[in-house]
């Protein structure tokens, strides 16, 4: 029996089977805070047709779990649950890195593990109300670790400009923009963006950024919208290449 029957398997041109961003790590940020929920949502995400999920716990000095070991021991013991319940879901760990001194250092630092996804990508995002000094640093950071930075959620980052974006990309920064967006989820402006991304097929990476059930939710109705898959469609999505 399905556990959300209400939930539409996805069958859209977006071939969509791979999540790049979850707060789905129980108890580590400000994401589900217990197994329970966690179990609940990744749960309903298999049911709905996703076949791996990949978990990025906030990377932010002084503020959330960021010890790489301990992270991998809860993942362990989440991968073990699923098992249990019959759920057939790959998960992977990665982090989401913040753009901030400790953090550069520690992507600089070259015995310092990182939490990358694939082995080869590492996902970092900007702090959401002001411009950092460190965009070109952290980038190169990155790339010095013989990985490809993805931002996530440009859409969000209001002081952004389409400039800004086609720099970026000239940086070799990829795009990761949050399926919620599309739908209004963080407002009017945030969908705007979004949807001038989307069009310019700036977009490569789609990922749901749950934090909770009404993120679930939210994500999996929007999922359904022809005219949101449609446009999706249309960029060259990375998604499926981490299957």
Not at 80 to 91: A, F, P
Not at 131 to 157: C, D, F, Q, W
Not at 197 to 222: C, P, Y
Request: avoid cysteine; hydrophobic fraction near 35%; charge should be neutral.
């Amino acid at each position: 029996m399905r556990l959300f029957p209400f939930i539409k398997r996805i069958t859209t041109p977006l071939q969509l089977e791979v999540d790049v961003h979850s707060h789905l790590l129980p108890g580590v940020d400000d994401g589900v805070e217990n197994l329970g929920k966690s179990i609940a949502i990744l749960k309903g995400l298999w049911e709905s047709g996703w076949k791996k999920v990949v978990l990025t716990p906030h990377q932010m000095e002084g503020f959330f779990v960021s010890d790489v070991e301990k992270l991998e021991k809860i993942k362990k013991e989440l991968e073990e649950e699923l098992k249990k319940e019959g759920i057939l879901l790959q998960l992977e760990l990665g982090g989401e890195y913040y753009t901030e001194p400790e953090i550069v250092e520690k992507i600089e630092n070259r015995e310092e593990k990182l939490l990358t996804i694939g082995g080869k990508y590492l996902l970092f995002e900007f702090p959401l109300g002001f411009i950092s000094p460190l965009v070109e640093r952290m980038v190169s950071a990155i790339k010095n670790r013989g990985l490809t930075p993805i931002l996530a959620h440009p859409e969000r980052y209001p002081y952004l400009t389409p400039t800004d974006y086609q720099e970026l990309k000239e940086m070799g920064v990829l795009f990761q923009s949050t399926i919620g967006s599309f739908g209004g989820r963080y407002g009017k402006n945030v969908k705007k963006r979004a949807l001038h991304l989307a069009k310019e097929k700036m977009v490569d990476f789609l990922g749901s950024d749950i934090h909770n059930w009404q993120d679930f939710r939210f994500t999996q109705h929007l999922l359904t919208s022809h005219s949101f898959t449609y446009l999706l469609s249309k960029n060259p999505l990375k998604n499926q290449s981490l299957l």
